[in-house]
């Protein structure tokens, strides 16, 4: 019945974070939008994020009302919009990504896919050597087609966990989950924070007692030694807004900005604060 | 006489389920993060809801505070000229002026039982944000209004009202800086807020139980309406008109209606320009299902899911997206939603003011001039119930300009 598609050039989520296990790091996954700050800017970005160790990349769709997101990231996805991206042009982007040798997961709110349709989606995604999804506003009990259509196509499907899940609630979506867990470690949007959580250890150990699944931490990291710090609890350090931050910043050295931030994640994710 | 004290009750006859479905409408799309705090209302609104402490004291603050039961007028003179029996649902009566007291009473008291102590909001042209804030200044609440900064200087003297209440109002700098952004900021921060602030949203729409909730605070429109006609006419009206932005008033007054299948239901939407010209907010008419704030119905949206804006001359029209319970009343047929466009909101509005002294809401003028379309197709005998939702004190300065009213010096832009 179901229907693999994946390329054989981009190896899994899977087999990412166990080959990080066994380096005794953990795996650094890397965010930026398609379209931002161009079409062919963003998948310069991302090949810089390759070059300099970023083991797996959430390729971002851009949308009109991003209610997870920051001021940052709003800025980056607004320009996106402007410069006339398309969720077609997304496929696009995650077939050129994936052929860096790495696994790309679409990262979307989830109404441009429920537009786009649900198994359309997941076959044109899988098509393009696409990973998964990783949807922020879409939780297990609403997704009910997604569950069926990555099953019949092997994507991985992360959903989030959050400080604020009960324990009977992370146990729901850890179960909902293929590739590895979401854990969003502060209540609030996506941005740069000065300090890492101080929640977010006790949320992995709440989410190790119901999954074995590997489990990912995001929001608010922005530079090496949180980085380090948050690879001491968690399997894998999820950046975004930083690696956004850089582009606006500068956007005519995008690559050499997100390479040189990359490059010290990299590094941070390899010498864990234990 | 009938009793028309405020009753409250959760229509359960009317859906949804227990996850917030109605058919495939309504449920839940917001970020993990927030569904501790919904599923923390949903328990609690139920609770409240069985619990006569909170019922009667409710009903307490809308006799006493709120100016409710509101009345229904006869309006005789709107009647000759429309051709058929229109009686009135005076919510422009209420204090505040409009529907709105009903919902943000309701939800305030629900916020002080929850434990917490601050509101936040998002408003259009600021009526909900100043019924939020008044509520919050009578309960003693904190209140964070956000309001879209084109907004902000559209509706200048409702920022004003909302501050000498005590509230702060907060320009929204993102996206289209207008309604739907405003509300994309008020989930933004109450993602970090979330456990002392209540998000006190001011349509039926968002993630459940927001659309049941709202509507459940609202429903004593229809309860009330559908007491007063039995009692009037000695039975029920032929028709309900209403007017569908988000659709608190209309899920309002359809509620006590939706059983009683010889009642026919209207709600118009905002046809601005006219539908064809694509600038207009007639979600229901032209828009496509999809997911925008938290749930899914109808919403005006481009091949790729993109939000499109909205237009409307009336800006608690303006938003693009609907109630998921109107979406479903719209899919079984029970009630019919059609758009009424700029041109004929305003001929209505100026008809109701001349024939029966009555400024409307420009949004409420939407009702009046959908009843007239009605009226003619059901004749002389048929009686029409059409909801009155706001008075139009707000709209002088948009009737001003639409009939060139003001004498030139005065004319000039900047208002």
Known sequence: MSERIIQPSAPGVGATFAKAKEEGRSVLIGYLPAGFPSYDGAISAFRAMVDAGVDIVEVGLPYSDPTMDGPTIQAAADQALRGGIRTKDVLRTVEAVASFGIPALVMTYWNPIERYGVERFAHDLASAGGAGLITPDLIPEEAGEWIAASDATGLDRVFLVALSSTDERLRITADACRGFVYAASVMGVTGARAQTSKGAPDLIDRVREVTDLPIGVGLGVSNGDQAAEVAGYADAVIVGSAFVRRILDAPDEAAAGVGELARDLAAGVRRRVL | MTDLA?????????????????????GRFVPEALIAALDELDVARAEAFADPAFTDELSRMSREYAGLPSLLYDATRLSEVAGA?????REDLNHTGAHKIRNVLGQALLTRRMGKTRVIAETGAGQHGVATATAAAYLGLECRVYMGEEDTRRQALNVVRMRMLGAEVVPVRSGSRTLKDAMNDALREWVATVDHTHYLIGSAAGPHPFPALVRDFCRGIGDEARAQSLELLGRLPDAVCACVGGGSNSIGIFTAFVPDESVRLYGFEAGGDGFQTGRHAATITAGQVGVLHGARSYLLQDEDGQTIESHSISAGLDY???????????????ATYAPVSDAEAMEAFQLLTRTEGIIPAVESAHAVAGALKVAKELGPDAVLVVNLSGRGDKDMDTAARWFDLLDEPAAEEGS
């Open chain 2, 6 to 26: 405020p009753a409250f009750t959760t229509a359960s006859t009317t859906g949804p389920d227990p996850h917030g479905h109605w058919g495939r409408f309504g």
């Open chain 2, 85 to 89: 029996r229109i009686l009135l649902k």
């Open chain 2, 320 to 334: 693009p997206g609907v109630g998921p319970e109107h979406a479903f009343l719209h899919d079984t047929g029970r």
